[in-house]
Each structure stands twice: as structure tokens, then as C-alpha cells.
């Protein structure tokens, strides 16, 4: 089993930077493939950046230049820097792990584990 638990979300304006972590306990964090989603009122949760455990990253379109993935093996952290921030990124943030990193950035409906989510905001 895999813990994930998110923190650092806030209210921001809009331009402004944000990051967002997500802590991992259980089994071993290193071997696995990190993302991480978002989902906003009325849509469906979407891909917005995955992690191989070789540190192979993709990001959806919507956020490359803006946000980059990463992660800490030694603190069993994954982290989510964003900036120059939009109304449209307001979401709730989701990590997730799996085994695989084609089913994380295919954001399979069978990824094996989720956190409970961190809510950002940007205002205009």
C-alpha cells in the first residue's frame, strides 16, 4: 500500500506561483511512477503532469512552461511548482501512483493509488 497525502494549496491571484507537495509512506516511493491531476467544478479529473521512477516527465499541454514536476527520493516527496497561474487552473490537485508510467499519464481509470487532494484557487 501507498500512502499520498497533499498539501500546500491556497487562494493565489492570478501570475502568481504556487507549489504544491505530495508526501508518500508505504511501500517503496522510488519505483514508482508519480502524477499529478487536477479536477475543476463540473469537469472530469484531468492529466497534468507524471513522473517516471527514472525521472522521465510529461506534462499536458495546458501547463508546459508554466509548472514542473518533481521529486525528492530521500524525503519520499513528489512536488508540483506552478507559476504565472490562471483562473483555469483553479482545481482540485490530485497525486497519484502506480506501478506504471503509461498509466499514469494515460490517467487510466486502474492507477492504484490517489491522495485526498489539495484545493487551488486563482483569482483574476
Known amino acids: 500500500q501507498v500512502q499520498l497525502i497533499e498539501s500546500g494549496g491556497g487562494l493565489v491571484q492570478t501570475g502568481d506561483s504556487l507549489r504544491v507537495s505530495c508526501a508518500a509512506s508505504?511501500?517503496?516511493?522510488?519505483?514508482?511512477?508519480m502524477g499529478w491531476f487536477r479536477q475543476a467544478p463540473g469537469k472530469e479529473r484531468e492529466f497534468v503532469a507524471g513522473?517516471?521512477?527514472?525521472?522521465?516527465?510529461e506534462y499536458a499541454d495546458s501547463v508546459k512552461g508554466r509548472f514542473t514536476i518533481s521529486k525528492d527520493n530521500a524525503k519520499n516527496t513528489l512536488y508540483l511548482q506552478m507559476h504565472n497561474l490562471k483562473p483555469e487552473d483553479t482545481a482540485v490537485y490530485y497525486c497519484?501512483?502506480?506501478?506504471?508510467?503509461?498509466?499514469?499519464?494515460?490517467?487510466?481509470?486502474?492507477?492504484?493509488?490517489w491522495g485526498q487532494g489539495t484545493q487551488v484557487i486563482v483569482s483574476s
Open positions: 497519484a501512483a502506480d506501478r506504471k508510467f503509461s498509466v499514469i499519464v494515460s490517467a487510466a481509470a486502474t492507477i492504484n493509488y
Open positions: 508505504g511501500r517503496s516511493f522510488t519505483f514508482y511512477a
Open positions: 513522473i517516471s521512477w527514472n525521472e522521465e516527465i
